[in-house]
Protein backbone atom coordinates (compact mmCIF):
# COMPACT_ATOMS: atom_id res chain seq x y z
CA UNK A 1 0.00 0.00 0.00
CA UNK A 2 1.32 3.45 -1.01
CA UNK A 3 -0.19 5.62 1.90
CA UNK A 4 1.89 4.05 4.93
CA UNK A 5 5.07 4.20 2.65
CA UNK A 6 4.98 7.58 2.01
CA UNK A 7 4.26 8.19 5.96
CA UNK A 8 7.45 6.67 6.55
CA UNK A 9 8.94 8.14 4.09
CA UNK A 10 7.60 11.99 5.69
CA UNK A 11 8.40 10.73 8.71
CA UNK A 12 11.62 10.10 7.91
CA UNK A 13 12.24 13.48 5.91
CA UNK A 14 11.44 15.32 9.31
CA UNK A 15 13.79 13.03 11.73
CA UNK A 16 16.85 13.84 8.63
CA UNK A 17 15.37 17.45 8.96
CA UNK A 18 15.83 17.48 13.22
CA UNK A 19 19.38 15.92 12.67
CA UNK A 20 20.68 18.83 10.54
CA UNK A 21 18.95 21.61 12.54
CA UNK A 22 20.63 20.32 15.56
CA UNK A 23 24.04 19.71 13.82
CA UNK A 24 23.82 23.18 12.33
CA UNK A 25 23.34 24.44 16.00
CA UNK A 26 25.77 22.96 17.90
CA UNK A 27 28.78 24.22 15.04
CA UNK A 28 27.07 27.38 15.48
CA UNK A 29 27.11 27.57 19.36
CA UNK A 30 30.46 26.37 19.51
CA UNK A 31 32.29 29.00 17.45
CA UNK A 32 35.12 31.39 18.78
CA UNK A 33 32.55 34.58 18.34
CA UNK A 34 29.79 32.55 20.73
CA UNK A 35 32.77 31.37 23.28
CA UNK A 36 31.90 32.40 27.40
CA UNK A 37 33.53 35.83 27.80
CA UNK A 38 36.07 36.36 30.23
CA UNK A 39 35.53 38.91 33.06
CA UNK A 40 37.00 42.16 32.22
CA UNK A 41 39.22 43.74 34.48
CA UNK A 42 40.43 47.64 35.09
CA UNK A 43 44.31 49.03 35.46
CA UNK A 44 45.04 50.37 38.84
CA UNK A 45 46.49 53.80 38.22
CA UNK A 46 43.44 54.47 35.07
CA UNK A 47 41.63 57.67 35.93
CA UNK A 48 38.65 57.34 36.95
CA UNK A 49 35.54 59.90 35.29
CA UNK A 50 32.85 60.89 37.70
CA UNK A 51 34.52 58.39 40.21
CA UNK A 52 34.04 55.29 37.84
CA UNK A 53 36.62 53.60 36.15
CA UNK A 54 37.07 53.60 32.24
CA UNK A 55 37.57 50.75 29.78
CA UNK A 56 40.56 50.35 27.89
CA UNK A 57 41.46 48.56 24.61
CA UNK A 58 43.88 46.71 26.93
CA UNK A 59 43.37 44.84 30.53
CA UNK A 60 44.72 43.59 33.03
CA UNK A 61 42.56 40.48 34.35
CA UNK A 62 42.81 39.88 38.10
CA UNK A 63 44.21 37.09 39.97
CA UNK A 64 42.07 33.99 39.69
CA UNK A 65 40.40 32.55 43.44
CA UNK A 66 39.10 29.91 42.03
CA UNK A 67 40.97 25.96 42.49
CA UNK A 68 41.43 26.08 38.93
CA UNK A 69 44.38 29.28 39.26
CA UNK A 70 46.97 26.75 37.95
CA UNK A 71 44.86 27.03 34.40
CA UNK A 72 44.04 30.85 35.09
CA UNK A 73 45.92 33.71 33.12
CA UNK A 74 48.08 35.08 35.03
CA UNK A 75 48.07 38.59 36.09
CA UNK A 76 49.94 40.56 33.82
CA UNK A 77 48.71 38.39 30.61
CA UNK A 78 47.66 40.89 27.96
CA UNK A 79 44.43 40.63 26.30
CA UNK A 80 44.73 40.13 21.84
CA UNK A 81 41.11 41.38 21.98
CA UNK A 82 39.24 43.94 23.81
CA UNK A 83 36.55 41.45 24.03
CA UNK A 84 37.46 37.53 24.35
CA UNK A 85 39.58 36.04 26.61
CA UNK A 86 42.16 33.47 25.93
CA UNK A 87 40.70 30.24 26.39
CA UNK A 88 41.07 28.42 29.41
CA UNK A 89 42.66 24.49 28.98
CA UNK A 90 41.01 22.22 30.58
CA UNK A 91 42.45 19.39 33.05
CA UNK A 92 43.02 16.99 30.57
CA UNK A 93 42.05 16.57 27.04
CA UNK A 94 39.86 13.19 27.49
CA UNK A 95 37.64 15.26 29.31
CA UNK A 96 36.92 17.32 25.94
CA UNK A 97 33.00 16.85 24.64
CA UNK A 98 32.91 14.68 21.40
CA UNK A 99 30.74 16.30 19.12
CA UNK A 100 28.93 14.05 16.20
CA UNK A 101 29.89 15.05 12.66
CA UNK A 102 27.81 17.46 10.96
CA UNK A 103 25.46 15.52 8.05
CA UNK A 104 25.85 16.98 4.90
CA UNK A 105 22.14 18.09 3.74
CA UNK A 106 23.05 20.15 0.64
CA UNK A 107 23.50 17.25 -1.04
CA UNK A 108 20.75 15.62 -2.39
CA UNK A 109 21.91 12.52 -3.37
CA UNK A 110 23.19 11.70 -0.56
CA UNK A 111 20.25 12.27 1.43
CA UNK A 112 18.09 10.23 -1.15
CA UNK A 113 20.20 7.39 -0.21
CA UNK A 114 20.20 7.71 2.98
CA UNK A 115 16.34 7.59 2.78
CA UNK A 116 16.40 4.65 0.53
CA UNK A 117 18.07 3.31 3.31
CA UNK A 118 15.68 3.38 6.10
CA UNK A 119 12.59 2.95 3.69
CA UNK A 120 14.51 -0.53 2.91
CA UNK A 121 14.90 -1.09 6.78
CA UNK A 122 11.19 0.06 7.22
CA UNK A 123 9.78 -2.43 4.87
CA UNK A 124 11.43 -5.78 6.59
CA UNK A 125 8.59 -4.43 9.19
CA UNK A 126 5.39 -4.45 7.59
CA UNK A 127 3.22 -2.01 8.73
CA UNK A 128 -0.18 -2.65 11.26
CA UNK A 129 -2.39 -1.47 8.80
CA UNK A 130 -1.41 -3.44 6.03
CA UNK A 131 -1.94 -6.70 8.23
CA UNK A 132 -5.44 -8.28 7.22
CA UNK A 133 -7.83 -9.98 9.84
CA UNK A 134 -9.80 -11.52 7.81
CA UNK A 135 -10.02 -14.45 5.13
CA UNK A 136 -12.26 -15.13 2.33
CA UNK A 137 -14.19 -18.43 3.53
CA UNK A 138 -16.28 -20.35 0.82
CA UNK A 139 -18.76 -22.89 0.82
CA UNK A 140 -21.56 -24.51 -1.05
CA UNK A 141 -24.75 -25.36 0.50
CA UNK A 142 -27.40 -27.35 -1.85
CA UNK A 143 -30.40 -29.66 -0.97
CA UNK A 144 -34.60 -29.19 -1.48
CA UNK A 145 -37.66 -26.55 0.02
CA UNK A 146 -40.56 -29.27 0.61
CA UNK A 147 -43.82 -29.17 2.31
CA UNK A 148 -44.90 -31.26 4.96
CA UNK A 149 -46.22 -33.64 2.39
CA UNK A 150 -42.69 -33.77 0.92
CA UNK A 151 -43.77 -32.17 -2.41
CA UNK A 152 -41.19 -29.56 -3.71
CA UNK A 153 -41.84 -25.78 -3.12
CA UNK A 154 -41.04 -23.54 -6.14
CA UNK A 155 -40.00 -19.72 -6.03
CA UNK A 156 -39.16 -20.47 -2.56
CA UNK A 157 -36.31 -17.55 -1.43
CA UNK A 158 -33.78 -19.30 0.50
CA UNK A 159 -31.53 -17.29 3.34
CA UNK A 160 -28.78 -17.91 5.16
CA UNK A 161 -25.91 -16.42 7.31
CA UNK A 162 -22.60 -18.06 9.48
CA UNK A 163 -21.99 -17.48 12.67
CA UNK A 164 -18.24 -18.55 14.69
CA UNK A 165 -16.22 -17.29 17.22
CA UNK A 166 -13.49 -15.14 16.61
CA UNK A 167 -9.74 -16.00 18.01
CA UNK A 168 -9.77 -12.76 20.01
CA UNK A 169 -13.30 -13.80 21.46
CA UNK A 170 -12.21 -16.95 23.53
CA UNK A 171 -10.42 -16.59 27.16
CA UNK A 172 -8.92 -18.58 29.14
CA UNK A 173 -9.33 -18.98 33.26
CA UNK A 174 -7.16 -20.31 35.86
CA UNK A 175 -7.28 -23.88 34.90
CA UNK A 176 -6.82 -23.36 31.31
CA UNK A 177 -9.77 -24.14 29.87
CA UNK A 178 -10.98 -21.89 26.55
CA UNK A 179 -14.33 -20.45 27.10
CA UNK A 180 -16.04 -18.43 24.19
CA UNK A 181 -17.26 -15.71 25.08
CA UNK A 182 -19.14 -13.92 22.27
CA UNK A 183 -20.05 -15.10 18.55
CA UNK A 184 -19.65 -13.16 15.43
CA UNK A 185 -22.35 -13.48 12.88
CA UNK A 186 -21.91 -13.05 9.01
CA UNK A 187 -25.14 -11.84 7.24
CA UNK A 188 -25.72 -13.14 3.93
CA UNK A 189 -29.37 -12.73 3.39
CA UNK A 190 -30.86 -14.42 0.16
CA UNK A 191 -28.82 -16.86 -1.05
CA UNK A 192 -30.96 -19.03 -3.62
CA UNK A 193 -33.88 -19.60 -4.71
CA UNK A 194 -35.95 -23.24 -5.11
CA UNK A 195 -36.66 -23.96 -8.87
CA UNK A 196 -39.51 -25.90 -9.87
CA UNK A 197 -38.78 -28.69 -8.31
CA UNK A 198 -37.79 -26.95 -4.93
CA UNK A 199 -34.12 -27.74 -5.55
CA UNK A 200 -31.81 -25.00 -4.64
CA UNK A 201 -27.95 -24.70 -4.61
CA UNK A 202 -26.25 -21.63 -2.97
CA UNK A 203 -22.89 -20.52 -2.76
CA UNK A 204 -21.73 -18.62 0.17
CA UNK A 205 -18.13 -16.22 -0.82
CA UNK A 206 -17.67 -14.85 3.16
CA UNK A 207 -15.12 -13.17 5.36
CA UNK A 208 -14.21 -14.49 8.37
CA UNK A 209 -11.84 -13.89 11.43
CA UNK A 210 -8.47 -15.09 10.54
CA UNK A 211 -7.43 -18.77 12.14
CA UNK A 212 -10.92 -19.74 12.12
CA UNK A 213 -11.38 -23.15 10.80
CA UNK A 214 -15.03 -23.78 10.43
CA UNK A 215 -18.47 -22.08 11.00
CA UNK A 216 -21.97 -23.07 11.52
CA UNK A 217 -24.58 -21.86 9.04
CA UNK A 218 -28.47 -20.93 9.68
CA UNK A 219 -30.77 -21.91 6.66
CA UNK A 220 -34.33 -20.37 6.59
CA UNK A 221 -36.97 -20.45 3.18
CA UNK A 222 -40.06 -18.17 2.81
CA UNK A 223 -42.46 -18.65 0.15
CA UNK A 224 -45.82 -17.14 -0.65
CA UNK A 225 -48.57 -19.51 0.28
CA UNK A 226 -46.05 -21.35 3.31
CA UNK A 227 -45.15 -20.64 6.47
CA UNK A 228 -41.75 -22.55 7.87
CA UNK A 229 -40.98 -24.66 10.61
CA UNK A 230 -40.03 -22.49 13.79
CA UNK A 231 -36.73 -24.82 13.81
CA UNK A 232 -34.35 -23.51 11.32
CA UNK A 233 -31.84 -25.64 9.59
CA UNK A 234 -28.38 -25.57 11.03
CA UNK A 235 -25.23 -26.81 9.66
CA UNK A 236 -22.74 -27.40 11.93
CA UNK A 237 -18.88 -27.27 11.79
CA UNK A 238 -18.73 -26.08 8.03
CA UNK A 239 -15.16 -25.90 6.79
CA UNK A 240 -13.57 -23.80 3.97
CA UNK A 241 -14.09 -25.54 0.73
CA UNK A 242 -17.12 -28.10 1.50
CA UNK A 243 -20.53 -28.44 -0.35
CA UNK A 244 -23.08 -30.16 2.02
CA UNK A 245 -25.30 -31.78 0.24
CA UNK A 246 -29.16 -33.03 0.61
CA UNK A 247 -30.39 -30.06 2.81
CA UNK A 248 -33.80 -30.28 3.56
CA UNK A 249 -36.11 -27.30 4.64
CA UNK A 250 -39.64 -28.02 5.21
CA UNK A 251 -42.37 -25.71 5.06
CA UNK A 252 -46.26 -25.81 5.65
CA UNK A 253 -48.62 -24.79 2.71
CA UNK A 254 -50.58 -21.96 4.34
CA UNK A 255 -53.92 -20.23 4.44
CA UNK A 256 -54.86 -16.33 5.27
CA UNK A 257 -57.08 -16.03 8.37
CA UNK A 258 -59.26 -12.66 8.63
CA UNK A 259 -62.09 -11.59 11.04
CA UNK A 260 -63.90 -8.10 12.87
CA UNK A 261 -63.85 -7.36 16.75
CA UNK A 262 -67.31 -5.71 17.50
CA UNK A 263 -68.41 -4.47 21.18
CA UNK A 264 -72.25 -5.90 22.30
CA UNK A 265 -74.38 -3.55 20.30
CA UNK A 266 -72.05 -4.17 17.20
CA UNK A 267 -69.55 -1.16 16.97
CA UNK A 268 -66.13 -2.02 15.50
CA UNK A 269 -63.67 -1.65 18.21
CA UNK A 270 -60.22 -0.25 17.05
CA UNK A 271 -56.73 -1.07 18.54
CA UNK A 272 -57.55 -4.51 19.66
CA UNK A 273 -54.56 -6.86 20.07
CA UNK A 274 -55.55 -9.96 18.39
CA UNK A 275 -53.23 -13.56 18.71
CA UNK A 276 -54.05 -16.53 17.16
CA UNK A 277 -52.75 -20.05 18.64
CA UNK A 278 -52.89 -23.30 16.92
CA UNK A 279 -54.98 -25.58 18.93
CA UNK A 280 -53.07 -28.78 20.31
CA UNK A 281 -53.54 -31.90 18.93
CA UNK A 282 -54.12 -35.40 20.03
CA UNK A 283 -50.38 -37.41 19.77
CA UNK A 284 -50.68 -40.43 17.65
CA UNK A 285 -48.41 -42.35 20.16
CA UNK A 286 -50.31 -41.20 22.77
CA UNK A 287 -54.11 -40.21 24.05
CA UNK A 288 -52.51 -37.08 25.73
CA UNK A 289 -52.65 -33.60 24.45
CA UNK A 290 -49.31 -32.30 23.27
CA UNK A 291 -48.47 -29.14 25.36
CA UNK A 292 -46.40 -28.14 21.91
CA UNK A 293 -48.63 -29.56 19.05
CA UNK A 294 -46.60 -28.74 16.20
CA UNK A 295 -43.12 -26.79 15.56
CA UNK A 296 -44.41 -24.23 13.48
CA UNK A 297 -43.77 -20.27 13.65
CA UNK A 298 -46.32 -18.74 15.30
CA UNK A 299 -47.65 -15.56 13.89
CA UNK A 300 -47.46 -11.87 15.79
CA UNK A 301 -50.36 -10.75 17.81
CA UNK A 302 -52.05 -8.00 15.04
CA UNK A 303 -54.01 -4.60 16.10
CA UNK A 304 -57.91 -4.25 14.45
CA UNK A 305 -58.35 -1.53 12.26
CA UNK A 306 -60.87 1.27 12.69
CA UNK A 307 -63.54 -1.13 11.13
CA UNK A 308 -62.29 -3.35 13.53
CA UNK A 309 -61.11 -5.54 11.27
CA UNK A 310 -57.68 -7.96 11.57
CA UNK A 311 -55.86 -10.52 9.18
CA UNK A 312 -53.37 -13.04 9.74
CA UNK A 313 -51.60 -13.70 6.40
CA UNK A 314 -50.09 -17.39 5.67
CA UNK A 315 -50.62 -19.26 8.95
CA UNK A 316 -50.68 -23.13 8.65
CA UNK A 317 -53.60 -24.75 7.76
CA UNK A 318 -55.29 -26.43 11.14
CA UNK A 319 -57.19 -25.08 14.02
CA UNK A 320 -56.65 -21.67 15.65
CA UNK A 321 -58.15 -20.33 19.06
CA UNK A 322 -58.24 -16.30 18.84
CA UNK A 323 -57.96 -14.63 21.73
CA UNK A 324 -58.50 -10.51 21.71
CA UNK A 325 -57.73 -7.84 24.61
CA UNK A 326 -57.76 -4.19 25.25
CA UNK A 327 -57.33 -1.69 27.53
CA UNK A 328 -61.34 -0.88 28.16
CA UNK A 329 -62.79 -4.21 26.54
CA UNK A 330 -62.96 -7.45 27.86
CA UNK A 331 -63.80 -10.33 25.17
CA UNK A 332 -67.12 -11.97 26.06
CA UNK A 333 -65.87 -15.43 24.94
CA UNK A 334 -62.60 -16.73 26.28
CA UNK A 335 -61.58 -17.51 22.91
CA UNK A 336 -62.55 -18.31 18.96
CA UNK A 337 -61.64 -21.79 17.19
CA UNK A 338 -61.66 -21.45 13.66
CA UNK A 339 -59.93 -23.76 10.71
CA UNK A 340 -57.97 -22.45 8.27
CA UNK A 341 -57.66 -24.11 5.11
CA UNK A 342 -54.57 -24.05 2.54
CA UNK A 343 -54.44 -21.20 -0.69
CA UNK A 344 -57.49 -19.95 0.80
CA UNK A 345 -59.08 -16.84 3.07
CA UNK A 346 -60.51 -18.04 6.31
CA UNK A 347 -62.92 -15.89 8.04
CA UNK A 348 -63.68 -16.27 11.99
CA UNK A 349 -66.82 -14.96 13.60
CA UNK A 350 -66.63 -11.90 15.13
CA UNK A 351 -64.86 -11.63 18.33
CA UNK A 352 -67.87 -9.50 20.69
CA UNK A 353 -66.30 -7.65 23.62
CA UNK A 354 -68.13 -5.96 26.42
CA UNK A 355 -66.72 -2.98 28.17
CA UNK A 356 -64.96 -3.61 31.57
CA UNK A 357 -65.26 -2.02 34.81
CA UNK A 358 -62.93 -1.19 37.46
CA UNK A 359 -63.14 -2.62 41.36
CA UNK A 360 -61.18 -0.21 43.75
CA UNK A 361 -61.01 -1.58 47.40
CA UNK A 362 -58.74 -0.99 50.68
CA UNK A 363 -57.44 -4.42 51.45
CA UNK A 364 -56.91 -4.83 55.70
CA UNK A 365 -55.65 -7.16 57.78
CA UNK A 366 -58.21 -9.34 60.46
CA UNK A 367 -57.08 -6.64 62.77
CA UNK A 368 -58.07 -3.27 60.95
CA UNK A 369 -54.47 -2.38 59.58
CA UNK A 370 -53.32 -2.14 56.28
CA UNK A 371 -52.04 -5.20 54.62
CA UNK A 372 -48.76 -3.32 54.22
CA UNK A 373 -47.15 0.56 55.72
CA UNK A 374 -45.29 0.42 51.99
CA UNK A 375 -46.59 0.78 48.73
CA UNK A 376 -46.02 -2.10 46.58
CA UNK A 377 -47.92 -5.14 47.94
CA UNK A 378 -48.79 -7.73 45.67
CA UNK A 379 -52.60 -8.60 45.14
CA UNK A 380 -54.29 -11.37 42.68
CA UNK A 381 -57.63 -11.58 42.26
CA UNK A 382 -59.59 -14.17 40.76
CA UNK A 383 -63.35 -12.84 39.48
CA UNK A 384 -65.42 -15.70 38.50
CA UNK A 385 -67.95 -14.77 35.35
CA UNK A 386 -71.55 -15.07 34.89
CA UNK A 387 -70.37 -18.95 33.04
CA UNK A 388 -68.65 -19.81 35.78
CA UNK A 389 -65.05 -18.96 33.98
CA UNK A 390 -62.55 -17.37 36.32
CA UNK A 391 -60.45 -14.74 35.24
CA UNK A 392 -57.50 -13.75 37.09
CA UNK A 393 -56.04 -9.91 37.38
CA UNK A 394 -53.00 -8.94 39.53
CA UNK A 395 -52.41 -5.44 41.26
CA UNK A 396 -50.30 -3.58 43.89
CA UNK A 397 -51.51 -1.49 46.57
CA UNK A 398 -50.05 1.82 48.05
CA UNK A 399 -49.39 2.95 51.31
CA UNK A 400 -52.40 3.08 52.55
CA UNK A 401 -53.96 -0.38 51.24
CA UNK A 402 -55.82 0.66 48.38
CA UNK A 403 -55.59 -1.19 45.36
CA UNK A 404 -57.19 -0.52 41.92
CA UNK A 405 -58.27 -4.11 39.55
CA UNK A 406 -58.73 -3.16 35.24
CA UNK A 407 -60.76 -4.75 32.99
CA UNK A 408 -62.72 -6.81 35.46
CA UNK A 409 -65.45 -8.40 33.03
CA UNK A 410 -68.42 -6.64 34.11
CA UNK A 411 -70.77 -10.12 34.23
CA UNK A 412 -68.39 -11.14 37.10
CA UNK A 413 -70.47 -12.39 40.35
CA UNK A 414 -67.79 -12.92 42.76
CA UNK A 415 -63.93 -12.11 44.14
CA UNK A 416 -61.59 -13.57 45.92
CA UNK A 417 -57.89 -11.84 46.73
CA UNK A 418 -55.13 -13.19 47.76
CA UNK A 419 -52.06 -11.64 49.29
CA UNK A 420 -48.84 -13.49 50.43
CA UNK A 421 -50.21 -14.91 53.63
CA UNK A 422 -53.48 -13.84 53.18
CA UNK A 423 -56.36 -14.54 51.98
CA UNK A 424 -60.43 -13.49 51.92
CA UNK A 425 -62.30 -15.76 54.32
CA UNK A 426 -65.07 -16.10 51.87
CA UNK A 427 -65.82 -15.07 48.28
CA UNK A 428 -67.48 -11.80 48.06
CA UNK A 429 -70.23 -10.74 45.71
CA UNK A 430 -70.09 -8.13 42.86
CA UNK A 431 -72.69 -6.51 40.94
CA UNK A 432 -70.25 -4.47 38.45
CA UNK A 433 -71.65 -2.58 34.92
CA UNK A 434 -69.32 -2.04 32.07
CA UNK A 435 -67.01 1.46 31.90
CA UNK A 436 -68.08 1.93 35.91
CA UNK A 437 -65.55 2.01 38.73
CA UNK A 438 -67.10 -0.27 41.15
CA UNK A 439 -65.65 0.77 45.13
CA UNK A 440 -65.84 -2.00 47.78
CA UNK A 441 -64.35 -0.39 50.83
CA UNK A 442 -62.86 -1.98 53.09
CA UNK A 443 -62.32 -5.79 52.84
CA UNK A 444 -60.48 -7.91 55.60
CA UNK A 445 -58.00 -10.41 54.83
CA UNK A 446 -56.92 -13.37 56.94
CA UNK A 447 -54.06 -14.58 57.89
CA UNK A 448 -53.25 -17.89 56.14
CA UNK A 449 -51.12 -20.78 57.75
CA UNK A 450 -48.69 -21.92 54.54
CA UNK A 451 -48.18 -25.54 54.31
CA UNK A 452 -44.77 -26.88 55.67
CA UNK A 453 -42.42 -27.69 53.34
CA UNK A 454 -41.22 -31.19 52.92
CA UNK A 455 -37.68 -32.14 53.07
Given at each position: ?114 IEKLLEEAQEMQPLAEVDDTINFDFTVSGRVVDD ?79 QKSEVIRLNDVKEGDARQDVAITMYAAGILSGRVVD ?192
Amino acid sequence: MRTPRMAVAGLILLFAGGLAFAGQWFVKTSAPENSPRACVGMHADEPQDNGRPTLKDEFVVPPVTSPHDAYAPQPDAQLTSPRLAPEVPRASPDDKPEVAPKKDVSDPDALRKEIEKLLEEAQEMQPLAEVDDTINFDFTVSGRVVDDQGAGVAGAAVSGYATYYSPRSVSGDADGVRRRVAAQVVQAGVVATSDGAGYFAAQFNIKIARGVSSVTVILSAAAERYVQKSEVIRLNDVKEGDARQDVAITMYAAGILSGRVVDERGHPLFGVQVQATLVPTESRNSRERSRRPAAVAAPAAVKTDRDGRYTFGWIKEGAWRLTAGSATHVAVQPGTDVEVTTGIESTAPEIVMAAAATVRVRVLTDEGNPVSDKPGTYLSATFKRADGTPVVRNARTDADGYVVFATVPADATEMTLHAAAWATAQPVALSLTGGVERDLGELRLQQVKLPARTK
